[in-house]
């Protein structure tokens, strides 16, 4: 199995910046560095959409064009974290924030992942 445990969400203004972590543990065998990873976010009353991802070797990345410019994904593998730098936050950026991780290692823009956390607010105000 795979676990993913995200943190860093909070409460910021409009404007403002977060960091947000996302933690792998998995059984042998399940090595965090041949997962791709994505971020996706939920707002209330809206379907879950995707955010931004990175390959497995963190050699490319995807984000959606709400996102591009502002938010950055990156990895360390040898910490078995990826992380979501979100800048320039707007108050439309407020939603359940998950990550989740996909053993093809490729950059996916769907929902097509294996392996959910259990998500982190962002809520930004006004």
């Known amino acids: 199995q795979v676990q993913l445990v995200e943190s860093g969400g909070g409460l910021v203004q409009a404007g403002g910046s977060l960091r947000l972590s996302c933690t792998f543990s998995?059984?042998?065998?399940?090595?965090?560095?041949?997962?791709?990873m994505g971020w996706f976010r939920q707002a209330p009353g809206k379907e879950r959409e995707f955010v931004a991802a990175?390959?497995?070797?963190?050699?490319?990345?995807g984000y959606a064009l709400s996102v591009k410019g502002r938010f950055t994904v990156s990895r360390d593998n040898a910490k078995n974290t990826v992380f979501l730098r979100m800048n320039s936050l707007k108050p439309e950026d407020t939603a359940v924030y998950y990550c989740?991780?996909?053993?093809?290692?490729?950059?996916?823009?769907?929902?097509?992942?294996?392996?959910w956390g259990q998500g982190t607010q962002v809520t930004v105000s006004s």
């Open positions: 989740a991780a996909d053993p093809t290692g490729v950059v996916t823009t769907t929902l097509d992942y294996d392996y």
């Open positions: 998995g059984r042998t065998g399940r090595t965090f560095s041949k997962y791709a």
């Open positions: 990175i390959s497995w070797s963190g050699g490319s990345t």
